[in-house]
């Protein structure tokens, strides 16, 4: 199965590749759960759903859905997720003005917004709450335990999640990766990118074993780690101004 990524007999990562990047399916066989992290954007929901069944799971196994951030390619298809599920929505609390659509873009960054604002139109886009507001460094009950790594930067209220057990961090937006090149957003996409290097910076600290961002060409996090390394060692200099 190319879009699984199977780390042992009970725990699998089920990748969504959708025409903007991709979102992940996390499943723990043997309790029967998966935790979401990320939507999609509208119109990829019967992706989810076809893995959902190649799981052996239904909707109502989805225990929480996580939110790197709430740009709109990744926040499509939550309000109908949340519905299907049941499942609590969890993001930083400083994300819900992009998840409703009303956060205050500046500078280049308006270019952002107004993408943004025509695809809610176009989409029939609509809001959802945060029922449960992550802190950094929290501990989170899913997958044999998720911590939040918060990573601004893309947006204020970026975050990534770690797992201890796998040394793996799912790290959403901060950087890109494809076999021509690994770099950070487009500068209109971030809304506080002078806190970019700060956060590649806490990320080379952790030293994940596995690195899966939301953007890339091959679904492998020894392969996106890799290429983080070589970007931030290779590139020193280079990385802090592109940033």
Not at 7 to 31: D, M, P, Q, T
Not at 48 to 57: I, M, P, S
Not at 96 to 104: K, W
Request: proline share 5%; glycine share 10%.
């Amino acid at each position: 199965m190319s879009n699984c990524f199977i780390l042992n007999k009970s725990f699998r990562i089920y990748a969504i590749r959708g025409v903007a990047g991709a979102f992940h399916l996390l499943c723990e066989a043997e309790r029967r759960e998966a935790v979401l992290i990320d939507t999609g954007l509208a119109g990829e929901l019967p992706k989810l759903e076809r893995t959902l069944r190649e799981a052996g799971l239904a909707w109502a196994d989805i225990k929480a859905i996580l939110l790197t951030h709430g740009h709109l390619d990744h926040t499509g298809n939550l309000a109908r997720v949340k519905e299907l599920t049941g499942a609590p929505v969890q993001a930083h609390a400083r994300e819900q003005a992009h998840i409703d659509g009303r956060f205050p873009y500046r500078g280049a960054s308006r270019l952002c917004g107004a993408m943004e604002a025509v695809g809610r139109g176009v989409f029939g886009y609509r809001p959802v709450a945060i029922d449960l507001p992550l802190t950094p460094e929290e501990e989170l009950p899913y997958w044999g335990g998720l911590r939040v790594v918060h990573l601004p930067g893309h947006t204020a209220g970026h975050c990534g999640f770690y797992s201890d057990r796998f040394e793996l961090l799912f790290s959403g937006d901060l950087f890109a990766s494809y076999w021509f090149s690994t770099h950070p957003p487009p500068v209109f996409l971030n809304s506080c990118g002078e806190l970019m290097a700060a956060s590649v910076e806490r990320v080379k600290a952790l030293r994940p074993r596995y690195l899966i961002p939301n953007h890339y060409d091959k679904f492998d996090g020894d392969l996106h780690r890799r290429r983080f390394e070589a970007w931030t060692g290779r590139q020193k200099g280079q990385v802090a101004n592109a940033l």
